[in-house]
């Protein structure tokens, strides 16, 4: 599978260099920083707003914010997302029956290795990720007595950052880049709705 367009054939120097950036940092050739080229403002927006994407908070853990990428991958069906943010989750302290239940949420609540912000969490970041938003007005009240105002927008930068990603990953046709070697991804059946 190939995305539904090719890049440029002539790429910019200052997005040359970012592009060899991304592929330093991700040890992948990213298909998605090329396809961008094609529109350089869009290009350069993105690795802006990648470049300073929460992974790690004083109050919010590297797993609280893995688990919230996640969830936001499965949630939104986008396996280029899924590939990416589940890849070495266990680093992260992530269980593989943790990674099942982001995978069927019905399972979240019977999973009791989340904590009780992980859950609000990840609920939050599933509502994030639906089409109509509608937030319950008991989820906002459990998310303002567990959260601080900056760990609420925290959670929802990268939720819906997570979501920008995946709409344009989606529209483009990019395939999964073989991140998550150990992470067993759904068959490409299961995220056709």
């Known amino acids: 599978m190939t995305a539904f367009i090719k890049p440029p054939s002539k790429i910019p120097f200052l997005l040359r ?11 992948k050739e990213l298909e998605v920083p090329r396809l961008l080229s ?57 269980t ?4 099942a239940a982001l995978m069927d949420s019905d399972l979240i609540e019977s999973t009791y290795t989340f904590t009780h912000r992980e859950t609000i969490a990840l609920e939050y970041t599933r509502l994030i990720s639906k089409s109509p938003l509608a937030f319950p007005s008991e989820l906002i009240k459990s998310l303002k007595e567990n959260f601080t105002e900056r760990e609420i927008v925290i959670l929802a930068s990268t939720a819906a950052q997570v979501n920008y990603w995946a709409r344009l990953i989606q529209a483009l046709g990019v395939p999964p880049a073989g991140f998550a070697g150990s992470c067993q991804l759904p068959e490409e059946e299961e995220w056709k709705n």
């Open 17 to 27: 260099l970012g592009i060899w950036m991304s592929d330093k940092i991700t040890g």
């Open 38 to 94: 094609w529109y350089p403002k869009v290009a350069i927006s993105s690795a802006v707003m990648e470049s300073l994407v929460a992974h790690r908070d004083k109050n919010l853990s590297k797993r609280m914010l893995k688990l919230v990428r996640m969830q936001a991958s499965f949630s939104v069906s986008c396996p280029f997302c899924v590939d990416m943010n589940s890849s070495e989750y266990e680093k992260s302290g992530i």
């Open 96 to 99: 593989s029956e943790e990674l």
